[in-house]
């Protein structure tokens, strides 16, 4: 059994949220989560992961220009990913008791930055238009240096020209922010680079419409 407090990073994620709209916390997660999901990537194949694309449904479009990772979807029916998935829930259920967001769902996939690739500034969703509410990335790599590149840029809610910080992704740093709040960029890497995006969600179905759709 795992002694990890995990209460204590949920606490200081909804304490951070409340206060800012952005929590950063390095040594986020239980390590053994951090060993099997770093199992999992070593067990993966180059051609498992997808060129990301850009918008949902009809309006997804691939732009390298504007993105160059590739993704691969986490799935709970992989034991080796059970475990961040259910870090996740239990960190929704927190939030949803102690901030009453009505977080609903939670998807993420796993995100391979190669040698060069870069991510945009943008925002995960627009206000009144989607029903991400709180993203969150997670790293997966050890012994991250600044020379290697790929930071996490954020950028200032009020003035989108401004950077709040840039974030190293070294293992086990844990980012959370307000989808619709915070715009940011990756910063283009110098070596291979691992990281988990996800999204908690409000549920927006209507009749006839089932949201959110992959």
Request: a negative charge; proline letters at 3%.
């Amino acid at each position: 059994m795992s002694n990890f407090d995990s209460q204590n990073v949920y606490t200081q994620i909804a304490d951070d949220l409340r206060a800012t709209g952005l929590s950063i916390i390095e040594s986020a997660v239980d390590p053994q989560i951090i060993q099997n999901l770093n199992k999992r990537i070593a067990t993966l194949e180059e051609d498992k992961f997808q060129t990301a694309g850009i918008g949902r449904q009809s309006d997804h479009e691939k732009n390298v220009k504007i993105r160059r990772d590739k993704i691969l979807w986490l799935d709970q029916g992989n034991k080796l990913e059970l475990g961040y998935i259910q870090a996740m829930d239990e960190l929704k259920d927190f939030l949803n008791r102690r901030l009453f967001m009505g977080l609903f769902s939670y998807e993420s996939h796993f995100a391979h930055y190669q040698e060069g690739a870069f991510y945009k500034k943008h925002l995960d969703a627009f206000k009144g238009r989607a029903n991400r509410v709180l993203t969150t990335v997670f790293y997966l790599n050890d012994q991250w240096q600044a020379e290697h590149g790929g930071e996490l840029v954020i950028y200032d809610p009020n003035d989108h020209e401004k950077e709040l910080c840039r974030v190293l992704p070294n293992q086990g740093t844990l980012v959370t922010f307000l989808s619709d709040e915070f715009p940011h960029e990756v910063l283009p890497a110098r070596k291979s680079r691992y990281s988990i995006a996800g999204w908690f969600r409000i549920n927006a179905s209507t009749a006839g419409h089932i949201d959110p759709p992959r």
